[in-house]
């Protein structure tokens, strides 16, 4: 398996179909984040950011690879495995972009609460930030898994629900990953930070189950 990843992730960075889910990334963090801002409230932000481009790099990588490489990979390896591979090498991508996210907003932003009373503790937020970077790379890649083949094959349909999928998530409150997010923002008003445990697990169950259901049918469909 983690050949057939490695594999993807060639694939991947060759195509250079990374490039707009990476901007936009970039965008989204320079634009939304500047110098001087607390870092709770950033660190959230660069959560949220992270989910639409998670749920773009897996329909990257479900997508890119040629219909006869697809067809020969799964015929040597199975088609379970082989779209497996491929939701993995989007989530691994994602999982990238967090962390340097992540790494950024800990340097430019200022470890106080929005009023600037208390100071935050860079470790733990650090920690919290990705967690929840994390939880919402595991929901992106769920979305993405969802909204892209094996069960949709349209181009149109899957771009449209893939985005309307990722914004649905980042707003509904029962949603782990606007639960990850909406903790670190109301933390920078008090300075505790919290720890994303159970958006967490929960978005690494999601991401589970829709990879599980998305292998299946790629194993059905062929």
Do not use: K
């Not at 993995?88 to 340097?100: D, E, N, R, T, Y």
């Not at 650090?126 to 898994?145: D, E, R, S």
Request: charged share 10%.
């Amino acid at each position: 398996m983690s050949a057939l990843v490695r594999y993807q992730l060639a694939l991947l960075l060759r195509s250079q179909r990374w490039l707009p889910p990476l901007l936009l990334y970039a965008v989204c963090v320079g634009v939304g984040l500047q110098a001087g801002q607390p870092l709770l409230d950033s660190l959230g932000f660069a959560a949220a950011a992270l989910l639409p481009v998670a749920a773009w790099l897996v329909r990257v990588c479900v997508t890119g690879e040629p219909e006869s490489a697809r067809h020969c990979a799964a015929a040597a390896l199975g088609p379970a495995r082989t779209h497996l591979a491929s939701v993995l090498a989007g989530f691994l991508s994602s999982a990238v972009l967090g962390a340097a996210g992540t790494a950024v907003v800990l340097v430019i932003s200022d470890p106080h609460t929005t009023d600037g009373a208390t100071r935050v503790p860079l470790l733990p937020a650090a920690g919290a930030g990705l967690l929840a970077a994390l939880a919402c790379a595991l929901f992106g890649t769920a979305v993405g898994a969802l909204c892209n083949r094996p069960l949709l094959h349209s181009t149109g349909w899957a771009v449209c629900s893939t985005m309307l999928a990722a914004l649905l998530v980042l707003v509904v409150g029962v949603s782990p990953a606007n639960a990850a997010v909406r903790g670190l923002v109301t933390a920078s008003h008090d300075g505790a930070v919290p720890v994303p445990w159970l958006p967490f697990a929960v978005s690494c169950g999601v991401a589970a189950a829709a990879t599980a259901v998305a292998c299946a049918l790629a194993s059905r469909r062929r």
